[in-house]
């Protein structure tokens, strides 16, 4: 389907006030068009060879009068209720955007900057926006205006509206052209505004980089080169825009003029055919308005053509495959894990897990240990369904997850990532999310349960103390200490630790050590650590290298193994002595 007629369809869901505005808007223009006939009738019939009738014309005026203030009032409500049934249009439009994100895989946002996927909901739905409220209003007024005329202009006078007639093949030849030249162009604009806004995204969460190893002057080198390209298109296209407006309308006006001087000044000389003054004003009033609504029509070409380049842009969007928000729920289960020949690669055939087999039972804490690249993190996106492995299964208490919805299986689970994002609100409300369930009283349990009053203890209004856009405010061992409380209060039947303690330091490790150690009774735990220090009591062991499970055991027994933990704890052990000896 096109995109004007998706468009078309999202109008029909609040047509209702679209269409009474249109409805009124005709009322208008009927109440409008009517004035210049009585124009015509009170010169015409009562102002004959200088003698005025005055109580006849100022009947008439005041029937004038009337017209006029009806169309005023008709206008402004035309003028209400399409604005409103355009703003439900768009407003509809960013729901089902940014719902439809919701729905879409993690690898989608893998490879597409934040800027752009921004610039999608908010730039080009405004551009949108600007098509039901400004284009919608302005041409079907013109149209309805020009058909008025029109009509006038066959009363008056069949043959000079066949003549007018002509403008109108004309203009829509016009438009044709335009748009060939103007859809390139928007796109490229459209596209250089959403590379700005993830340069803008990017730089700003960057921002302590730059400065830090002090590349203000390139990056903004680098915006402006971008900014300058941008400019070129929105000069091309102003010229264009110029060039379609005002100009050729105004060209066609004169030549109208022209043409209706020649003409009635022919057949008065030729065939001595008089035209009234009643008549001669209505023509020249009808054809002054219907210029005017086709300066209007001309003039939204612009914004026609970037409203339909930002609404294909948005369809994009939606004609992603997404994967529909489930609301099944399942009881909590007891949380065995298990792993089957699973092989898994994010690009083609370019596995970074292979022949992955291990299982987790129910209590377990279960370590994976390895070098950057091992394939830790890749374990844990398929376990969550962030990703589903290429060949092989992942059970759950002897079901395939990958036969049971992604928000279903994630239901009881919880996780606490190396780099912990907190959403702009309250401490409070990052560790409920604003879940229902999770009540002041338990996320209360769950801050005293991993001990953060203790380190949240000098935050002045305590768990009600306001949290900026990823805690930036916060020191790291605060924010991962909400991160895991956050967890924590979901009750989760499998908990996955992804680095959780890497950023922590040593006494707020500690916390969070004797807290696991209460905690994880019940609950299977998955633990991803650099700090070999943190796993030994870990029931099992998994060292992984290049996506392979090389060696598994408990702390001791790898140790006793000698092999590739070995080695790795040791060379961290040396390096916590080389740090005391230097202390």
């Not at 946002?109 to 908010?122: E, M, N, Q, S, Y």
């Not at 060696?551 to 790898?558: A, I, N, P």
Request: net charge positive.
């Amino acid at each position: 389907m096109s995109t004007s007629k998706r468009l078309v369809k999202y109008a029909l869901y609040f047509k209702q006030p679209i269409f009474l505005g249109l409805f009124l808007l005709t009322g208008a223009v009927i109440a409008e068009f009517t004035g210049p006939f009585i124009a015509k009738h009170i010169i015409d019939e009562h102002m004959t060879m200088g003698h005025i009738q005055v109580e006849p014309i100022a009947w008439l005026l005041c029937i004038y009068l009337i017209l006029a203030m009806i169309t005023a009032v008709l206008r402004y409500f035309m003028f209400v209720y399409l604005q409103i049934g355009a703003n439900r249009v768009v407003q509809k439009l960013r729901q089902d955007v940014f719902g439809h994100i919701q729905t879409l895989p993690i690898q989608y946002f893998d490879h597409l900057p934040a800027g752009k996927i921004v610039a999608r909901v908010t730039n080009d739905t405004e551009a949108v926006r600007n098509l039901y409220v400004q284009v919608l209003s302005n041409i079907a007024t013109s149209v309805i205006s020009i058909g008025g005329v029109y009509v006038a202009l066959f009363i008056l006078n069949w043959k000079m509206a066949v003549i007018a007639l002509v403008m109108i093949p004309g203009v829509y030849l016009w438009m044709i052209l335009y748009r060939r030249y103007a859809s390139e162009y928007n796109k490229v604009i459209r596209t250089k505004i959403a590379d700005l806004n993830a340069m803008i995204n990017e730089s700003i969460q960057g921002m302590s980089i730059i400065q830090a190893f002090r590349r203000e002057k390139q990056m903004t080198k680098e915006f402006d080169e971008m900014n300058e390209e941008h400019y070129a298109y929105q000069r091309k296209l102003l010229f264009l825009d110029s060039a379609t407006s005002f100009n050729l309308v105004s060209a066609i006006r004169l030549i109208m003029f022209a043409i209706f001087i020649l003409y009635f000044g022919t057949r008065s000389i030729t065939a001595g055919a008089f035209v009234t003054a009643g008549t001669l004003y209505a023509f020249v009033d009808y054809l002054t308005k219907l210029f005017t609504p086709i300066t209007n029509i001309v003039n939204q070409f612009s914004q026609l053509e970037r409203s339909l380049v930002a609404g294909n842009r948005v369809f994009e969007v939606l004609d992603l495959d997404g994967e529909k928000v489930s609301k099944k729920t399942i009881p909590r289960y007891k949380g065995n894990v298990v792993f089957k020949d699973v092989f898994f690669a994010y690009k083609d055939d370019e596995y970074v897990l292979q022949n992955i087999s291990f299982a987790a039972k129910q209590g377990e804490t279960v370590a994976l240990v390895g070098h950057t690249g091992s394939g830790k993190s890749s374990i844990m996106n398929l376990l969550f369904r962030f990703y589903d492995p290429q060949k092989g299964k992942v059970y759950i208490d002897g079901v395939d997850i990958t036969s049971v919805p992604r928000q279903t299986i994630r239901q009881h689970m919880g996780i606490v990532l190396q780099d912990p994002y907190l959403f702009t609100g309250t401490v409070l409300s990052n560790i409920s999310l604003n879940e229902p369930r999770i009540t002041r009283e338990k996320a209360e349990a769950a801050l005293k349960a991993v001990g953060a009053e203790h380190v949240l203890g000098n935050l002045e209004k305590g768990i009600d103390e306001p949290v900026v856009e990823k805690g930036s405010t916060l020191s790291s061992g605060q924010r991962q200490l909400i991160s895991f409380a956050r967890a924590l209060a979901f009750d989760p039947a499998i908990l996955i630790l992804d680095e959780a303690t890497s950023s922590i330091d040593t006494e707020t490790e500690e916390i969070i050590q004797h807290a696991m150690d209460v905690l994880k009774k019940g609950r299977t735990t998955f633990i991803i650590a650099h700090r070999l220090s943190t796993i030994k009591n870990a029931d099992r062991i998994l060292v992984l290298e290049r996506g392979i499970i090389k060696e598994q055991g408990t702390h001791d027994e790898l140790l006793k193994l000698g092999g590739i933990y070995t080695k790795m704890y040791q060379m961290q052990a040396r390096s916590l002595d080389k740090k005391v000896s230097a202390q």
